[in-house]
Nanobody
């Protein structure tokens, strides 16, 4: 069992940066691939990024590639999402999730989810 709690969301102007954190409980955190997803109002939940259990492999949605960086610290049971050059289109609730599958962009492959943190980018 893994419990996930996101933090770090907020309001930022376009072009600004935010770093999201996701703290996990449970001794098996390091055995899971971790991902970030987002859901904008009235839209489906979309894949943002994922990182392997060892942090040796990452994958990004095309819409955030080059602007967002996912990382993890297994000693701290925490995964991060550094978001730079933010755009109004990045406004959404951001969720972290844990998966037994490496590199998946499909939300149905993720077993555990956090409650989400709101990111709002003003123009």
């Amino acid at each position: 069992q893994v419990q996930l709690v996101e933090s770090g969301g907020g309001l930022v102007q376009a072009g600004g940066s935010l770093r999201l954190s996701c703290a996990a409980s449970g001794r098996t955190f390091s055995s899971y691939a971790m991902g970030w997803f987002r859901q904008a109002p009235g839209k489906e939940r979309d894949f943002v990024a994922t990182i392997s259990w060892s942090a040796g492999s990452t994958r990004y949605a095309d819409s955030v590639k080059g602007r967002f960086t996912i990382s993890r610290d297994n000693a701290k049971n925490t995964v991060y999402l550094q978001m730079n050059s933010l755009k109004p289109g990045d406004t959404a609730i951001y969720y972290c999730a844990a998966s037994s599958f490496h590199g998946s962009a499909n939300d149905f492959d993720y077993d555990y989810w956090g409650q989400g943190t709101q990111v709002t980018v003003s123009s």
